[in-house]
């Protein structure tokens, strides 16, 4: 399974970008899919995480109103759309897949990792 995420670029506070994420290697049907970012200096967090019906999401609470996730899977794609953009926000963004089709918030339980994306905001 391989991963690639884009989307990134710069944008001013209070901007919106959407990230995707297309898998492939195989359907991204029945995995479940996660969104992660790291910040300059910071170690990498959780931000947003969908199960393979998409119908379960969770997020952190920095960024719930403000991000949504949501799939695809016509097209092996994962969408972080993301809105009233922070300049605390920004940080390369990376998506992430999980076999167990559950939703997930932490990095161990994800086997599979896209190589990530660059969100600037400024201010």
């Known amino acids: 399974v391989q991963l690639q995420a884009c989307g990134g670029g710069l944008v001013q506070a209070g901007g919106s970008l959407r990230l995707s994420c297309v898998t492939s290697g195989r359907t991204s049907s029945g995995l479940g899919m996660g969104w992660f970012r790291q910040a300059p200096g910071k170690e990498r967090e959780f931000v947003a995480t969908i199960s393979y019906i998409g119908t379960n999401t969770y997020y952190i609470d920095s960024v719930k109103g403000r991000f949504t996730i949501s799939r695809d899977d016509a097209k092996n794609t994962v969408y972080l759309q993301m809105n009233t953009l922070k300049p605390e926000d920004t940080a390369i963004y990376y998506c992430?897949?999980?076999?167990?089709?559950?939703?997930?918030?932490?990095?161990?339980?994800?086997?599979?990792w896209g190589q990530g994306t660059l969100v600037t905001v400024s201010s």
């Open positions: 992430a897949a999980k076999a167990n089709g559950y939703y997930g918030i932490r990095e161990p339980q994800y086997e599979y």
